[in-house]
T-cell receptor, first 111, second 111 residues
């Protein structure tokens, strides 16, 4: 399984764009990149998933370069409520497989 | 639509006692997963049910842990006897082939 590496923590002011980069040098051909968000006292929540290039939804954008050895989660204009831990996961797309969580990135949004 | 629910939200027991955690998945989801995060560690996969069958239980730490999913609906995870190192947050998730939806978790404290 591809190991992921991401910063342990990040701080950002409200209203700024936040980019969290994840390294996954050993990503396999069949692997997708998925990001989860976790608030305190809650379970992880799916944010976005992609295979290559760029994916955008109402919450975030995911940028994946051609070599797919890294990916960047972009959160536009963060607010205090975006303070959470963000996990980058690499694995097969289907939900019928267990997930492997790394340490995640603790994002703190400052007023 | 109700999400994944878990009961209890917190449990405090003494070493050697038995505790049973319950997970109610989203209605209609065949896949049910158990994960846990012990203190200071990453979220780790425990096991995966497809309906009432155990698809993958490679993450179960030892034979003190017993998971069941009778009838393919809700699932229970029993720890007997509980040890200090079992303290942590136990998450349940369900899916129907797509993203996994997590419950809020059960915080287990073994004294």
């Amino acid at each position: 399984l591809a190991k992921t590496t991401q910063p342990i923590s990040m701080d950002s002011y409200e209203g700024q764009e936040v980019n969290i980069t994840c390294s996954h040098n050993n990503i396999a051909t069949n692997d997708y990149i998925t990001w989860y968000q976790q608030f305190p006292s809650q379970g992880p929540r799916f944010i976005i998933q992609g295979y290559k290039t760029k994916v955008t939804n109402e919450v975030a954008s995911l940028f994946i370069p051609a070599d797919r050895k890294s990916s960047t989660l972009s959160l536009p204009r963060v607010s205090l409520s975006d303070t959470a831990v963000y996990y980058c996961l690499v694995g097969e797309q289907t939900g019928a497989n267990n997930l492997f969580f790394g340490t995640g990135t603790r994002l703190t949004v400052i007023p | 639509e109700a999400g994944v629910t878990q009961f209890p939200s917190h449990s405090v027991i003494e070493k050697g006692q038995t505790v049973t955690l319950r997970c109610d998945p989203i209605s209609g989801h065949d896949n049910l997963y158990w994960y846990r995060r012990v203190m200071g560690k990453e979220i780790k996969f425990l096991l995966h049910f497809v309906k009432e069958s155990k698809q993958d239980e490679s993450g179960m730490p030892n034979n003190r842990f017993l998971a069941e999913r009778t009838g393919g609906t809700y699932s229970t995870l029993k720890v007997q006897p509980a040890e200090l190192e079992d303290s942590g947050v136990y998450f349940c998730a369900s899916s129907q082939g797509g993203e996994q939806f997590f419950g809020p978790g059960t915080r287990l404290t073994v004294l």
